[in-house]
């Protein structure tokens, strides 16, 4: 018999936007043509100055520990960055570079967190704030999204049913995954003059920020500077400059905080390589500017998106104004169909990446059963075959008409 295993751990669920899109890849091999909608990153190589700037450090023998935290050299590019693109003041000692954005989080959990603490995460969100919080040994409580589609997507008024002695943190994600949506600057402003005077820690991931169409994204912090001493914001270069593979993420905040996030680093990753660091600060020497071309067809491709699925009256979506997602509403479809119920988007996507060879991430995997997670950062004939895919598997199951 085998010694026992962590409880805590074992209460975690494998990411399924990682197992989609492993299944779709074992179809893949076994030679049908899969269109992957699943994927939370662009489809554009990383900018030439960027990968040119890792090859030249790699040259010149950067291959060597760095320093745990990120170099100072970086810490103060993105100081930089954040003074002068979100007007936030910040010095380097307040700045940790990790592994993603994703061990960002993950280790902020577990600077944050006692056990029974509770962290507000408002639906849908993105798969990995819940096990994170459970890794840490937290408690996850999810806010239901609005019935309203077109209503404010966070307000005091869902908040303050949820809030109590335990709660120690709520995560604010805009632009969002998987809704797509930006919250709007006056929306953040009467979020943020709400939480001032509340004794909770505010996690704002910014991941998508250059990714917002139809209007700025702007930063909590910025336009409340009631709640600096206790906000932290969480960014990254994997979707802004396509630098998924390189694994660079960052947070802001409090001097305590990023303490002990970069002891938790001195314990688990070490460092960020310092030939990636190279090509995170050439990045940050051009700027958004570097991208900016790439934003214009992500949103053209949006755009594309939201015309074919409009044609399709019996369908819902969240407004998609940022990030590469539109969140689709199917329960009125599945609804119609006697072969699911109105809230099992789940099995859906499961025969229509079997039958129809196109995987899209279900609701469930968010907290909104009954929804479907469309990325539309592939190319427009595939973005239009996909959709067409998508038109005959809810024709299929009688969910509308041809």
């Avoid at 909608?37 to 890792?54: L, M, W």
Wanted: charged share 20%; aromatic share 8%.
């Amino acid at each position: 018999m085998l010694p026992t295993l962590s409880q805590r751990i074992s209460q975690l669920q494998p990411s399924p936007t990682v197992a989609l899109n492993t299944k779709a890849k074992e179809l893949a091999d076994q030679g049908h043509k899969i269109i992957n909608f699943s994927v939370g990153e662009p489809d554009f190589p990383t900018p030439e100055p960027i990968v040119k700037a890792a090859i030249k450090a790699l040259e010149a023998g950067k291959t060597r520990y760095g320093g745990a935290g990120g170099g100072l050299p970086l810490r103060k590019a993105i100081c930089e960055k954040l003074l002068k693109e979100n007007e936030l003041t910040y010095t380097p000692e307040q700045i940790v570079v990790g592994i993603g954005a994703k061990e960002i989080l993950f280790h902020l959990s577990l600077a944050l967190l006692n056990p029974g603490d509770e962290v507000l995460i408002p639906a849908p969100y993105w798969v990995s704030y819940t096990e994170h919080v459970i890794a840490a040994g937290g408690t996850p409580i999810v806010i239901p999204m609005p019935a309203d589609h077109k209503a404010p997507r966070l307000t005091k008024e869902m908040i303050a049913p949820y809030l109590t002695a335990k709660t120690k943190a709520i995560v604010i994600t805009s632009p969002s995954n998987p809704g797509g949506y930006v919250i709007p600057p006056n929306e953040v402003k009467a979020l943020g003059d709400y939480l001032a005077d509340k004794n909770i820690w505010i996690l704002s991931d910014e991941i998508y920020e250059y990714m917002s169409f139809d209007g700025p994204s702007i930063s909590m912090a910025t336009l409340c500077p009631a709640v600096r001493d206790r906000f932290i914001l969480i960014n990254g270069f994997s979707k802004g400059f396509a630098m998924t593979g390189w694994r660079v993420g960052y947070m802001a905040g409090p001097k305590p905080v990023a303490d002990l996030v970069r002891t938790l680093q001195t314990q688990s990753s070490t460092c960020l390589p310092p030939f990636v660091e190279e090509g995170a600060l050439e990045a940050l020497r051009h700027g958004r500017q570097l991208m900016a071309d790439k934003m214009v067809i992500l949103q053209e491709r949006r755009d594309l998106a939201v015309s074919i699925l409009k044609k399709f009256p019996e369908l819902d979506m969240l407004p998609p104004n940022g990030a590469f997602y539109i969140f689709i509403d199917l329960r009125k479809v599945l609804a119609k169909s006697a072969l699911y119920t109105n809230d099992n988007s789940l099995d859906f996507s499961k025969k229509l990446l079997e039958t129809y060879h196109v995987a899209m991430v279900p609701g469930e995997a968010f907290g909104a059963p009954g929804f479907i997670r469309l990325s539309y950062a592939v190319h427009e004939d595939t973005l239009k075959e996909g959709l067409s895919r998508l038109g005959d598997a809810l024709v299929a199951i009688g969910g509308i008409r041809n």
